[in-house]
């Protein structure tokens, strides 16, 4: 079992920024791939950000290219999502997910494990 709990949303300004973590405990937090996702009111859970168990690759989705970066401390067993130039459609619950296997990063029905998420709304 790998337990994982997110922490770091809030309401801001659209560009503005905020930084979520994904503190993980459990069995060996360096075997398992780990993603964020994100799933506004009335809309499917959507793919933001992943990277594989070593952080030394990394996958976004194309609407947060270039604004989020993806980051991990194998040592702290936390993953981390930087958000800058925040916009008002950036607005949902975000949530890390982790998986064994480096394959198929975009998929969620794929990850094993999921965190409660954490609430960012950013306004116009």
């Known amino acids: 079992q790998v337990q994982l709990v997110e922490s770091g949303g809030g309401y801001v300004q659209a560009g503005g920024s905020l930084r979520l973590s994904c503190a993980a405990s459990g069995r060996t937090f360096s075997n398992y791939a780990i993603g964020w996702f994100r799933q506004a009111p009335g809309e499917d859970r959507e793919f933001v950000a992943a990277?594989?168990?070593?952080?030394?690759?990394?996958i976004y989705a194309d609407s947060v290219k270039g604004r989020f970066t993806i980051s991990r401390d194998n040592a702290k067993n936390t993953v981390y999502l930087q958000m800058n130039s925040l916009k008002p459609e950036d607005t949902a619950v975000y949530h890390c997910a982790a998986r064994y296997y480096s394959t198929s990063l975009t998929i969620a029905r794929g990850y094993d494990y999921w965190g409660q998420g954490t609430q960012v709304t950013v306004s116009s």
């Open positions: 990277n594989t168990r070593s952080g030394g690759s990394t």
